[in-house]
Nanobody
Framework: VLVVESGGGLVQAGGSLRLSCRVS????????MGWLRQAPGNGLQQLSY????????YCADSVKGRFTITRDNAKNTLYLQMNSLKPEDSGMYYC????????????????????RGQGTQVTVSS
């Protein structure tokens, strides 16, 4: 399984970034896809996930209303549109997959995601 994130970078506070994640080697439709973040000195945090039908859940209150997760099943690609970025959004962002058989109540747990990419760095300057 290959998971490759892209789209990170340096942006000023209030700006936007769009992250992308291309997945290969698994049946994309069978997996719930999520975005995780690890800020310096902090643990891995599950931000949001989206199932095969496009239903979205935001696990982190801090990103609700600013971040939007989407997926394109035809392209095996996951996206994260990030608007109104804040310095506290800085960190390494990871795309991750969890099988659809894992219950909805457990999908906000970052440690349960089986496949994860190398991450893309996001830095928001104040």
């Amino acid at each position: 399984v290959l998971v490759v994130e892209s789209g990170g970078g340096l942006v000023q506070a209030g700006g936007s970034l769009r992250l992308s994640c291309r997945v290969s080697g698994l049946s994309f439709d069978d997996y719930v896809m999520g975005w995780l973040r690890q800020a310096p000195g902090n643990g891995l945090q599950q931000l949001s996930y989206i199932d095969w039908s496009g239903d979205m859940t935001y696990c982190a209150d801090s990103v609700k209303g600013r971040f939007t997760i989407t997926r394109d099943n035809a392209k095996n690609t996951l996206y994260l549109q990030m608007n109104s970025l804040k310095p506290e959004d800085s960190g390494m962002y990871y795309c991750a997959a969890i099988h659809r058989s894992v219950g909805d109540g457990r999908r906000c747990s970052a440690v349960l995601y089986n496949y994860r990419g190398q991450g893309t760095q996001v830095t928001v300057s104040s």
